[in-house]
């Protein structure tokens, strides 16, 4: 994955390095389960901007995001429960479903609206669904945001056919407008939204810290947390805690939110001056991929194959679902520096695209 330092990471570079020489044996100590009490308030603090009003009690650090949804999964369902996903949608939790045994409803989602929620209700009329997973805020792979007509309806669903949404917050601060959309949790008064988020994409992935705000699963995932992992990496949740009491990761935000707007204008403008064949492609409202769809008969996997020499390769459309679908489409993921490098790949992948079509095309 690209990732680029920005000057606004030194601050959290200097709390990680500095907590290890000045307090070494506290930063290799083990937090509690639920994590360091300054993050928690500090996330809390942050959700204010989701419209969602809690306190650090009601939420747990976790090793990422991964961890959340995995322990929210683990205290929700059992072996043979149906879960219901957007497709696409992020692969991990594609894992994480296959992993425990539970069925996976695949729904599809459009690079407008999300989720598509009269499919949903069908399959709800039909089958009964233990939760619905979305990535409503900036969602990868699509970059949408769902409407907040959209969220209450889905909350409607929950309500009425008794299910819980495990929403996923992981982009929700890198929205490209500000204020961001509210988080569906902040709409939800029965316990029905289980929260998760992350700092993998705002500040660093490697720093293994997200977390999840339970409702009235809190015990029960508090305890899956305990068996997945203890506790997680102390110095990196006082090392975030700082810089978030300090005002320097909401300037942090600001920076990226500009950044990935403008990386997303610029990766769109190369598409179209080197594109020769028709593709689509998504305009995400947040986040950092584009999706683009290829003409009909073009396979990812070949275009990738077609530029491996060239060192470079985009995630192949059929990672983003349980039955390998959209073969032909590719996320391309902007968030490094839209450099002449770039442009290269740009170029690169256009060629794989153009021969391909070709030789498709001569077959038919
Ligand atoms: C939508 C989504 N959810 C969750 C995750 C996992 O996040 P983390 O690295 O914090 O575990 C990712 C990572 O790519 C993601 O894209």
Same mark, same amino acid.
């Not at 090793?63 to 961890?67: L, T």
């Not at 995400?284 to 290829?294: A, D, F, M, R, T």
């Given at each position: 994955?690209?990732?680029?330092?920005?000057?606004?990471?030194?601050?959290?570079?200097?709390?990680?390095? $500095?907590?290890?020489?000045?307090?070494?044996?506290?930063?290799?100590?083990?937090?509690?389960?639920?994590?360091?009490?300054?993050? /928690?308030?500090? %996330?809390? /603090?942050?959700?204010?901007?989701a419209k969602v009003k809690c306190s650090a009690e009601e939420i747990i650090i976790t090793?990422?995001?991964?961890?959340a949804i995995s322990c929210t999964l683990r205290s929700i369902c059992r072996v043979n429960d149906i879960v219901a996903v957007e497709s696409p949608g992020f692969h991990g939790v594609i894992h994480i479903l296959k992993a425990l045994g539970i069925k996976v409803l695949e729904v599809p989602s459009d690079p407008v609206h999300g989720i598509n929620l009269e499919t949903l209700e069908i399959s709800l009329s039909k089958y009964k669904i233990a939760a619905v997973i979305v990535n409503p805020t900036n969602n990868n792979p699509l970059g949408f945001s769902m409407s907040s007509e959209r969220r209450h309806r889905l909350l409607k669903l929950a309500i009425a056919h008794d299910f819980y949404i495990?929403?996923?917050?992981? =982009? @929700?601060?890198?929205?490209?407008?500000? !204020?961001? !959309?509210?988080?569906?949790? $902040?709409?939800?008064?029965?316990?029905?939204? %289980?929260?998760?988020? $992350?700092?993998?994409?705002?500040?660093? !992935?490697g720093l293994r810290i997200g977390w999840v705000k339970p409702g009235p699963l809190y015990q029960l995932i508090?305890?899956?947390? =305990? %068996?997945?992992?203890? $506790?997680?990496?102390?110095?990196?949740?006082?090392?975030?805690?700082?810089?978030?009491?300090? @005002?320097? =990761?909401?300037?942090?935000?600001?920076?990226?939110?500009? /950044?990935?707007?403008q990386n997303i204008a610029k990766a769109k403008a190369l598409l179209e001056k080197h594109f020769i064949t028709p593709y689509n492609v998504t305009? !995400? &409202?947040?986040?950092? =991929?584009?999706? %683009?769809?290829?003409?009909?008969?073009?396979?990812?996997?070949? &275009?990738?194959?077609?530029?491996?020499?060239?060192?470079?390769?985009?995630?192949s459309g059929r990672v983003f679902s &349980?039955?390998?679908?959209?073969?032909?489409?590719l996320r391309m993921n902007c968030s490094g520096n839209i450099d002449y490098l770039f442009e290269e790949a740009v170029a690169s992948v256009s060629r794989a695209v153009a021969k391909l079509q070709s030789k498709s095309l001569t077959l038919l």
């Open positions: 994955m690209p990732y680029v330092f920005t000057p606004t990471l030194d601050s959290l570079l200097k709390h990680l390095s $500095s907590d290890f020489k000045d307090q070494a044996k506290h930063a290799l100590f083990h937090e509690s389960v639920m994590g360091s009490l300054v993050l /928690r308030e500090q %996330i809390a /603090r942050q959700l204010a901007d090793s990422g995001c991964q961890e495990v929403e996923d917050d992981t =982009y @929700g601060d890198l929205s490209f407008s500000y !204020p961001r !959309p509210r988080a569906i949790a $902040s709409f939800d008064v029965c316990g029905r939204v %289980i929260l998760c988020g $992350s700092f993998s994409k705002t500040l660093a !992935p508090l305890h899956e947390k =305990y %068996i997945s992992s203890g $506790s997680s990496f102390t110095a990196a949740q006082k090392a975030i805690a700082k810089i978030m009491q300090k @005002g320097d =990761y909401q300037a942090h935000l600001r920076r990226m939110r500009d /950044r990935y707007r305009s !995400p &409202v947040g986040g950092y =991929y584009l999706w %683009i769809e290829l003409p009909k008969g073009v396979l990812a996997d070949d &275009v990738n194959r077609a530029i491996l020499d060239e060192g470079v390769q985009l995630a &349980v039955g390998g679908d959209f073969v032909s489409c």
